[in-house]
């Protein structure tokens, strides 16, 4: 096994738990296979453990958290039981969950959703990829009852590592359409070809919290999906559930989940969010529950500016549809903007419409996306809750 030495002083992000070691913090970046297992010691020889090396990308080594010998079938059984005890405790029986969440389980790069008797595999690194067949058997011998096995490898992310795109069925069958229930509703979602690995586990949590705030309300669920928050708010007594989404095969899915679960309360509008809140503003609309949960408006630094601007349109633009006590949902996944900046931004533009408001309810990523201290990387879902008293 090759040795990486780190430059003076590098070491102690890695000793404090973080797992990522750049290029440039490398005494020298030597050739070798992508994803190969290396050892990585300070500048002054002493070991901090191994990791998965990518000479192609900026994020050089991964690191594995503990030494290990060889990253085989074995030592992904042992990683996916852990992850698998810590779900049990903490989703009490949920059919779909997030097995592993790349570094808070101690596999960067890696992200394995189950639904029921279904998993759906994204590996984000060359570590991960070039170990899918070890991490399928691990996969199935932690969860025997998978029937089948789906690899959606087609984030633009893996470029970065110099990795193809590729998806597809990696073991079993999977039918077009998977069933599970989230929340006591049934959804069904398409594995092979929905957003992401099919559906957003991390706000499950946050849909129960605006189901039983909904009894009796007028509920817009934006960047709807398949539903998720707008099923919800039906079960929970909403009088009018409306989602939108730009995406039609999103838009149809969520129909489809309506009718399967017989809640009639619930219409969804294909259209892109921004044009129809504008549209309501100049309709005078007004409603009691507003639901943003947009997708990551910043990948990199140099988009943060961007997002910023976005999270003020989309929050203003609301703000004005609520009816006064109305509660705005406020929602982000950009892990560059932090909770307290998504806080100032709609801070600033209620005060520029001369709003007063009242944060009641925080949160953000369901227990089965573990939050690892040492790497803030992992903590990126914003959820808060605003009562908007009225003018000030
Ligand atoms: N709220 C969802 C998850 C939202 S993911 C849930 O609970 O499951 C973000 C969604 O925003 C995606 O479905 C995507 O199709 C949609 N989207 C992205 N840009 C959009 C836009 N400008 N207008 C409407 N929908 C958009």
């Known amino acids: 096994m090759q040795t990486v030495r780190l430059k003076p002083k590098e070491h102690h992000r890695i000793t404090a ?30 070991p901090l453990g191994n990791g ?16 290990t010998e060889t990253a085989d079938t074995d030592f992904f059984t042992r990683r996916f039981e852990q992850a698998l005890r810590l779900r049990e ?28 008797n279904y998993a759906v595999m994204q590996m984000l690194a060359a570590g991960m990829d070039i170990r899918k067949q070890h991490i399928v058997d691990a996969l199935k011998h932690v969860l025997p009852n998978l029937e089948g096995i789906v690899e959606r490898n087609t984030s633009q992310t893996r470029k970065k590592e110099g990795l193809e795109l590729v998806d597809g ?51 817009l669920d934006c960047f709807c999906n398949v ?25 149809e ?16 509008i294909e259209a892109n969010v921004f044009d129809e809140l504008r549209s309501y503003v100049a309709s005078e609309q007004r409603w009691d529950i507003i639901i943003l949960d947009p997708p990551s408006f910043a990948k990199n630094r140099g988009a943060v500016q961007g997002a910023r601007a976005g999270y003020a349109e989309l929050n203003r633009t609301a703000m004005k549809l609520l009816t006064p006590g109305g509660l705005l949902v406020s929602s982000s996944c950009t892990q560059l903007v932090a909770e307290h900046e998504l806080m100032d931004i709609i801070y600033r533009e209620a005060a520029r419409l001369r709003l007063r408001l009242r944060l009641v309810h925080r949160a953000g990523q369901a227990p089965d996306h573990p939050i690892l201290l040492s790497m803030p990387e992992t903590s990126y879902l914003k959820f808060l809750i605003f009562d908007v008293i009225g003018e000030t």
Request: hydrophobic content about 40%.
């Open 17 to 46: 738990g973080h797992l990522w070691i750049y290029k440039d913090e490398l005494v020298t970046a030597p050739s070798g296979v992508p994803g190969e297992l290396v050892s990585v010691e300070t500048f002054d020889g002493i």
């Open 52 to 67: 998965f090396y990518n000479p192609l990308s900026k994020i050089a080594v991964r690191m594995l958290g503990e030494p």
């Open 89 to 116: 405790r903490m989703l009490l029986g949920e059919e779909a969950f997030r097995l592993i969440f790349g570094e808070s389980d101690l596999l960067s790069g890696l992200i394995i959703d189950v639904y029921g």
């Open 227 to 251: 539903g998720g928050f707008a099923l919800n708010a039906a079960k929970g007594g909403a009088t009018r559930s409306v989602g939108i989404d730009s995406s039609s095969s999103a838009v």
């Open 169 to 219: 069925v990696v073991f079993g069958e999977v039918p077009q359409r998977v069933r599970f229930t989230e929340n006591g509703i049934t959804l069904e979602v398409d594995l092979l070809a929905g957003q992401k690995t099919g559906y957003f586990l991390d706000q499950r949590i946050n849909r129960q919290t605006v189901g039983a705030l909904s009894k009796g309300k007028s509920v």
């Open 253 to 268: 899915a969520a129909r489809k989940n309506a009718e399967l679960n017989q809640l009639d309360a619930c219409t969804f």
